[in-house]
């Protein structure tokens, strides 16, 4: 017995992606698993990053046309003669 406790696992891999796995797990001297496992691993994590990085994008977005609102809305008054750092509303 090997004392192996994770569980068997097969997966069907066209050709040209295990020979890509190959050629990758022989350059980073890893076993085909292990590179398979390190790049399911990755792609959690990439995939959080890649949120997160959206979710701010989105915010930012989202700030820069309030900005663009407010000066168009100064435009605007400054077009029709107001002062816009003089009013009383």
Do not use: C, Y
Not at 13 to 35: M, Q, Y
Not at 41 to 52: G, P, V
Not at 59 to 66: E, P, Y
Request: no cysteine.
């Amino acid at each position: 017995m090997s004392g192996r406790v994770d569980p068997l696992f097969k997966l069907r891999l066209p050709d040209f992606i295990r020979e890509k796995l190959e050629a990758e797990a022989t350059r980073n001297r890893r076993s085909i698993t292990a590179e398979i496992l390190e790049r399911l691993e990755n792609s959690f994590s990439d995939r959080e990053e890649r949120l997160n990085g959206l979710e701010k994008e989105v915010f930012d977005g989202m700030r820069g046309n309030q900005n663009l609102h407010e000066r168009l809305e100064t435009l605007e008054l400054m077009s029709r003669g107001i002062d816009p750092f003089n009013r009383e509303d």
